[in-house]
Structure formats: structure tokens, C-alpha cells
């Protein structure tokens, strides 16, 4: 992976949003006394790095956003799992769309990417490292967890899929010398 300036300043912006989105700006429902969901976008801007910047970015935004925000807002003792997950959260739908898919960036082809990753980080792995560590059950733990992804998975497809787009527009005009 080259990293120029400019992209480390994109993943630079897109680790700080995730850290934001996901200590400050989320919902957090307890179950059995640990973190059974949370509720929000902290996982879009992961998301987004894959898919816009490959799977390699995706994932070192996702294991430094949840590294880093830890150090910043802990939430109980750190647990290495979760930042796995966290960067299996950037690097499936980035390595779906930049090496199975082979760079095209379809809504649809965007939202099963995202499903994908969503399916192995958020409904299988995340779920079994809370039952292994915390012994929270399965049939506690999933019901709210699907009906977050549920909810999750389209809104951050159609999310990236216009971020990419304005970028798209913005370059065009850029060249085009048409700029704002």
C-alpha cells in the first residue's frame, strides 16, 4: 500500500471520526452487564477507508480507531478481540470490492460487501467473544444485534456509495476546471 500526504490526512480524518462516532456519538445497551450493542455510525468511516482506499487502510482504521480510542475513552479492560474485529470491519468490505469484486463500486456490489463484513465482524465474531470472554448468551446477545444490522448494513452502503460519488463529481469538476 504507497501512502502519499494525502491519504495518511484522509485516514488520519477517517480514524478520528470513528473514534468520535463510536465513544461520543453512539448509544451503548447493556446486556448482562457488558456491552451487548451499540447503536451508531462509528463503523461507517471504517467502512468507508476499504472501500474507497483498499483493505489495508480499512483495517488500520479500524484497529487504530478502536486502539486509539481506547487510550482516549475506555470503556472496561482492553480486549484485543475487539480491535481484531475492528479491523476485519475495514479490510472485508475494501478486500470484497478491490479484490472480488474487482473495483466496482455499485450499490448493490457496495452493500454486499458491507453485508459481508457486517455478517463475520458484527453477527458472528463480536457476538462469540462476548459469550467466550463474558459468558453472555447467544439468544440474549443477537436479536438486538440483527435488528441493528438490519438497519446498519443499507444505511452504510448508501452512505458510502454517496461519499464516493460527491468525490467523483468533485474530481471531474476539479479537472473540467469547473471547480467551486
Known amino acids: 500500500m504507497k501512502l502519499s500526504t494525502k491519504k495518511i490526512a ?9 473514534i468520535i462516532l463510536t465513544r461520543v456519538f453512539s448509544i ?30 480499512g483495517g488500520i482504521v479500524g484497529a487504530l480507531g478502536d486502539l486509539l480510542g481506547y487510550f482516549i475513552n475506555p470503556m472496561g479492560a482492553y480486549m484485543p478481540h475487539f480491535t481484531f474485529t475492528s479491523f476485519l470491519t475495514g479490510f472485508i468490505p475494501g478486500f470484497m470490492v478491490f479484490y472480488v469484486l474487482k473495483r466496482c463500486r455499485t450499490l448493490p ?17 463480536v457476538p462469540y467473544f462476548i459469550n467466550t470472554l463474558f459468558g453472555v448468551p447467544f439468544t440474549v446477545l443477537m436479536p438486538p444485534r440483527l435488528i441493528s444490522q438490519l438497519v446498519n448494513i443499507p444505511l452504510y452502503a448508501y ?7 460527491y468525490d467523483a463529481v468533485k474530481v471531474r469538476k476539479i479537472k473540467a476546471g469547473t471547480s467551486c
Open 109 to 125: 456490489i457496495i452493500f454486499i460487501s458491507v453485508a459481508v463484513g457486517q455478517l463475520i465482524s458484527s453477527l458472528i465474531l
Open 28 to 57: 451503548r445497551i447493556p446486556i448482562a452487564g457488558v456491552e451487548g450493542v451499540r447503536i451508531g455510525f462509528g463503523a461507517l468511516p471504517i467502512i468507508f477507508a476499504g472501500v474507497a482506499f483498499g483493505p489495508v487502510a
Open 159 to 165: 452512505f458510502i456509495k454517496v461519499l464516493l460519488n
Open 10 to 18: 484522509y485516514l488520519s480524518f477517517l480514524t478520528a471520526l470513528t
